[in-house]
């Protein structure tokens, strides 16, 4: 049973940085790429960042780019989301989760931990 645990969230002011983790157990995850994904109040969820686990290659949205770094430490099962420069607009509940490599859907998600940025 996969199980995804999200850490890291809290309150920040603005230009300030915080650290997501999000540790994995359940199988093997070598063929898989982890996600993380955001919900501001009365939004959508949106994808912020992803990256395989095996070969580490990453791709972030636009409007994170140059500000967040996702990383993993494979021994530990657990993926990073160092956020830095955060700006209000940032403020949501941060989500990750988990599908295999070459697409489809995202099938396990984390119980999401809450960034708030103040201005």
């Known amino acids: 049973q996969v199980q995804l645990v999200e850490s890291g969230g809290g309150l920040v002011q603005a230009g300030g940085s915080l650290r997501l983790s999000c540790a994995a157990s359940g199988r093997t995850f070598s063929s898989y790429v982890m996600g993380w994904f955001r919900q501001a109040p009365g939004k959508e969820r949106e994808f912020v960042a992803h990256?395989?686990?095996?070969?580490?290659?990453?791709y972030y949205a636009n409007s994170v780019k140059g500000r967040f770094t996702i990383s993993r430490d494979n021994a530990k099962n657990t993926v990073y989301l160092q956020m830095n420069s955060l700006k209000p607009e940032d403020t949501a509940v941060y989500y990750c989760?988990?599908?295999?490599?070459?697409?489809?859907?995202?099938?396990?998600w984390g119980q999401g931990t809450q960034v708030t940025v103040s201005s």
């Open positions: 989760a988990v599908r295999r490599i070459g697409g489809g859907d995202y099938d396990y």
């Open positions: 990256i395989t686990w095996s070969g580490g290659s990453t």
